[in-house]
């Protein structure tokens, strides 16, 4: 199936806006906090298109272009160095005119695979943040990730869009699935849940080497088994999607500490358009992740509100469309701290929960249950300050660096 790229950027669809704020909203924090390090702060938008939709909206370039600014005008430390590359194969003079009021920027034009290494050779010993949005799944080579966890870096995190589900038309086609699954396959992709991430897939289907090339893409040959379920009706493509996304997460763990994502789907229960995956070694970035994660949760459930005719409430579901539960949310909490067999940090024990578990329920669910353990007597939590400053006893449940807050967790 081939699309015309150019119809992507006629306007900014309601699914791309998401994606952008959980772009924007986790950059602006990350800025602030990075650039106290006192190291060199490289941002990297590796498929950056045009930098702003036709209709006059901003893309990701100028988005983080903006973000960055901003955390230069209020940082205290003002030697700060900074430095914003542009990877772009076809629109980079439309890219260059966009991005025309920006400084300390590099506008590449050519590909994210080519382009990507002599970027990070110069930057080691300084802080990256690699921001990777291709179209489809066929520029993705997993071995750049083993890449980047080699290299001497300050620090390195990846927000990243991983067309799932186009993995699993792709794949079903290198190995010559049934018709009936593949017209299946093209019934959702009329649907509209997915349209803008095919373009050109006979690059790879018709590879004589396309099932190694898929297996590149992926990181492992992992997905044979899971197609072949699928092919046999062991699993429908629900099914597939998740455990595609489930592996190819465990596969970035090889290189990352942390790793969390959010299917974005424009309507509760369809396959997702993608997933965005955060990968990140540092666990104050995990947790900013997972509470930005919740907030843009809340904006797609009101697009798919509108989209359903009204009538949802927000957060009934998690992203992964089960139930959020109380009385579960609690058991998860329990269960996840036996782990542990003295106090535990709380931003540890969080960042290293959801890591392992996914987002299984919201902040203010995930704030409420701790609460509630607490009263029951089921956990213990130590907080420093004991005491506000006031004279009351302590009831914060996050830890807040910046107020001196810290928070330790034990199940009792």
């Known amino acids: 199936m081939k699309k015309d790229i150019e119809d992507f950027f006629k306007e900014k669809k309601p699914w791309s806006e998401v994606k952008d704020e959980l772009l924007a909203c986790y950059l602006e924090p990350y800025f602030s906090k990075i650039i106290q390090t006192r190291k060199p702060v490289n941002y990297i938008d590796c498929f950056a298109g045009r930098g702003k939709f036709k209709d006059g909206k901003n893309g990701s370039p100028v988005i983080a272009l903006q973000a960055l600014r901003k955390s230069l005008r209020l940082t205290t430390f003002k030697e700060a160095t900074t430095k914003s590359y542009f990877i772009e194969p076809i629109y980079t003079q439309e890219l260059i005119e966009n991005l025309k009021d920006y400084t300390n920027k590099e506008i590449i034009k ?25 179209f489809g799944v066929k520029c993705l080579p997993f071995s750049l990730f083993k890449f980047y966890n080699e290299k001497n870096f300050s620090s390195i995190e990846v927000l990243l869009n991983f067309n799932s589900f186009g993995f699993i038309r792709f794949a079903c086609k290198v190995m010559k699935a049934e018709k009936s699954l593949i017209e299946k396959l093209d019934a959702i992709l009329k649907e509209g849940i997915i349209d803008e991430s095919f373009i050109d897939d006979d690059s ?49 763990k090889n290189y990352f500490k942390y790793v969390v994502d959010m299917p974005i789907r424009l309507k509760l229960g369809n396959v997702p358009k993608y997933r965005m995956i955060h990968a ?14 919740c907030k843009r949760w809340e904006l797609l459930g009101d697009i798919q509100s509108k989209k359903a005719g009204g009538g949802l409430s927000l957060f009934e579901e998690t992203p992964e469309n089960e139930i959020i539960d109380e009385a579960k949310t609690q058991q998860m909490i329990l269960d996840y701290l036996r782990n542990y067999t003295t106090f535990i940090s709380m931003s540890k024990f969080l960042s290293e929960m959801f890591n392992n ?5 919201d902040w203010k669910s995930l704030q409420e249950g701790l609460k509630s353990l607490e009263t029951q007597n089921k956990i ?33």
Request: contains cysteine; glycine residues 4%.
């Open 110 to 134: 050519g590909t994210y695979s080519d382009n990507i290494k002599d970027i990070l050779t110069k930057a080691r010993n300084e802080n990256i943040f690699l921001y990777i949005d291709p």
């Open 204 to 252: 790879i289907i018709n590879n004589i080497d396309a099932e190694k090339e898929l297996s590149e893409i992926a990181g492992g040959d992992y997905w044979q088994e899971i197609i072949a379920n699928l092919q046999n009706k062991k699993i429908d493509c629900y099914a597939a999607e998740k455990l595609i996304s489930k592996e190819y997460c465990n596969k970035l």
């Open 280 to 293: 990140t070694n540092n666990e104050d970035g995990c947790l900013l992740m997972v509470q930005n994660i």
């Open 357 to 361: 578990l996914g987002i299984f329920t």
């Open 380 to 412: 213990e939590i130590k907080r420093n300050p004991y005491m506000t400053k006031t004279g009351k006893k302590s009831s914060f449940i996050f830890e807040n660096r910046k107020n001196n807050q810290s928070v330790e967790i034990r199940i009792k």
